[in-house]
């Protein structure tokens, strides 16, 4: 779903988008830090941020880092 704010703010288009690691955060809602693979050897990470369910909005992408690769540590940033 943060697909196409990511795009947006790097200004590419992805050939591919899939997600390979996953950890939570939980706070007013969960932070999400996503390992995410967007070329042969290239990923980035993630930082989403999902609200609580009564306030009934989508995930919002945060910030990201890019230039990974599928060795690095998926930490807190």
Same mark, same amino acid.
């Given at each position: 779903q943060v @697909? %196409?704010q990511f795009?947006s @703010?790097?200004?590419?288009?992805?050939?591919v988008?899939?997600a390979v690691e996953? @950890?939570?955060?939980v706070?007013a =809602?969960?932070?999400?830090?996503i390992?995410?693979?967007? +070329?042969?050897?290239?990923?980035?990470h993630?930082?989403v941020f999902? +609200?609580? %369910?009564?306030?009934?909005? =989508? %995930?919002?992408?945060v +910030?990201?880092q890019? =230039?990974?690769t599928?060795?690095d540590p998926?930490?807190?940033?």
């Open positions: @697909r %196409p795009e @703010r790097t200004n590419t288009i992805c050939a988008f899939t996953c @950890r939570t955060q706070v =809602g969960t932070v999400y830090f390992k995410v693979q967007v +070329s042969d050897a290239e990923y980035v993630l930082k999902q +609200s609580l %369910p009564y306030e009934n909005k =989508g %995930p919002n992408l +910030s990201f890019t =230039g990974k599928r060795d998926l930490t807190y940033f």
